[in-house]
């Protein structure tokens, strides 16, 4: 049964196709439940409104269509998170009148140099925040003041949920992963808190998004959890990888959606770009066109039963 899903890119840089891919899957299972475009722009150091206004040219060129979102309206809105900081401090109010959350000054280093932290778990790369650093008694302001505060996990619980892709996952909280930041030091919400309150407030049924945030899946259910909301279904889709096995990042320029137009790729040759382990099936559609993503190259064969002729595409200058 189609759900009710969402596309959220991020514009700090352009579209990959991994981003395509995993958007194509975010359509397909939302199809007829209606879909909301949301823009994910509260970096304001990283994002840029050319980066917004080229991830919509492209996903419009992919194919996709949404029923909400910032070009269109709806009755969810506004459809920029930059623009929705009232509503995230109405849940940072919530959660620090509850005393769920706390301030916390510690940056990323004192977090890795603290002498009981371990390293980043193999689910993530964030290390686990040490409960020695949490503070023992704190004030409650009206405001967040320019601090980072965390949301305090339960140590030793295993968070279990159902994933549509991955099947049954299971995360311990102080093990996989510990208290993290709901609202960041620049004065603004974290990805967790805004996420979570978006989905809530834009009913989305089903996210759909990339397997390397199975872990912060674990971290979103406890705050649904804390608000008494209900939490979404969930889709983690396998990443689109190179050769050498690292995931696609925005700075790969040569695999940006729309440098693979520039080279005459056609919608359906973006969205079957990428090789899946042995064994397991594309989980967007049967491949049209094999890719062969490497560092600085995309090579483009068509089926062999379509006796056409390999194109290799030459790296951007």
Request: hydrophobic share 35%; aromatic share 8%; proline share 9%.
């Amino acid at each position: 049964m189609p759900l009710r899903g969402r596309l959220a890119p991020t514009p700090t840089g352009y579209l990959h196709v991994g981003h395509a891919r995993t958007f194509a899957m975010a359509a397909a299972r939302a199809a007829g439940a209606g879909l909301v475009l949301r823009i994910e722009d509260l970096d304001r150091d990283r994002c840029r409104p050319d980066y917004t206004d080229a991830a919509i040219e492209d996903l419009r060129w992919l194919g996709f269509s949404w029923t909400e979102g910032p070009d269109l309206g709806g009755p969810h809105g506004p459809y920029r998170q930059s623009e929705r900081t009232g509503w995230y401090l109405e849940i940072w109010r919530r959660l620090a009148a509850e005393r769920l959350i706390y301030p916390s000054p510690h940056s990323r280093r004192d977090v890795e140099e603290a002498a009981t932290a371990p390293h980043a778990t193999p689910h993530d790369d964030e290390p686990v925040f040490p409960a020695t650093l949490r503070p023992a008694a704190w004030d409650l302001p009206r405001e967040p003041g320019g601090v980072a505060w965390r949301f305090r996990v339960p140590d030793g619980r295993t968070i279990e949920f159902h994933d549509a892709v991955a099947g049954t996952v299971r995360r311990t909280a102080g093990v996989d992963f510990g208290d993290f930041v709901v609202w960041r030091r620049d004065d603004a919400a974290a990805y967790e808190l805004a996420v979570v309150a978006d989905d809530h407030a834009m009913e989305i049924a089903e996210v759909v998004r990339g397997e390397d945030l199975l872990t912060s899946t674990a971290r979103q259910i406890l705050l649904y959890e804390s608000l008494g909301w209900r939490p979404p279904a969930w889709c983690h889709v396998p990443l689109v990888r190179d050769s050498q096995g690292r995931r696609l990042a925005k700075r790969a320029g040569s695999l940006a959606v729309r440098e693979l137009r520039r080279r005459g790729l056609s919608p359906a040759d973006v969205l079957s770009a990428g090789e899946h382990p042995p064994g397991k099936p594309d989980p967007v559609r049967k491949p049209e066109a094999q890719v062969s993503l490497q560092a600085n190259r995309c090579t483009v064969r068509k089926p062999e039963a379509q006796d056409e002729t390999g194109v290799d595409e030459t790296p951007a200058s």
